[in-house]
């Protein structure tokens, strides 16, 4: 298995690597565009601004090279909201592989903290990557805004209101929430991108 991570600006590429070393898998941190095209998967991940990481991607070009590729995406966090159609945070026209827009938390609508920083359970769970994932299991989430339901969802949670735990497009695979910090189901989630999507 040839996988490689998207090196960017983004910081829990070693949460990553260090999740799928947990469960003997080996992976390369690569921003070289020939390397990433010849990956069997890829994974994008992603903590930090929308914006900011979306001009570093334009800026080398990565983002188009994301949208053309052919073989499994997943996208973790930040960058499942930079597959989306657009963000709030600082108003980022993203890559668009997703249809649904990003949204800021509104916490005056209900009272609850932002950001939304711990266990949250997921349910409606579709397609492989979560087989063997009972619903409403708990993952881990540390985010301000998230993906609204729509037609790619493929999993759901809710916090303030419902919204998308994961998507899910042609190749294109994206969660919320954080695999690699969300213990047993995290792991098996990821598994399941390596050995089943």
Known sequence: MDLKILKYNAGNIQSVLYALERIGVDAIVTDDHDEIRSADKVIFPGVGE??????YLEERNLDSLLK???QPVLGICLGM????????ENNTECMGIFEEEVKLFR?????????????????????????SVPEKSYCYFVHSYYASLG??????TEYVLPYSAALHRDNFYGVQFHPEKSAAVGEQILRNFIEKI
């Open 107 to 131: 916490p005056e609508i209900s009272r609850i903290k932002v950001p939304q920083i711990g266990w949250n359970n997921i349910f409606d769970l579709h397609t492989p990557l979560f087989d």
């Open 68 to 70: 053309d590729l052919r």
């Open 50 to 55: 929308a914006s900011s990481a979306m001009r």
């Open 81 to 88: 909201q930079l597959m989306c159609k657009s963000s709030e």
């Open 151 to 156: 037609s790619h969802t493929i999993a759901t």
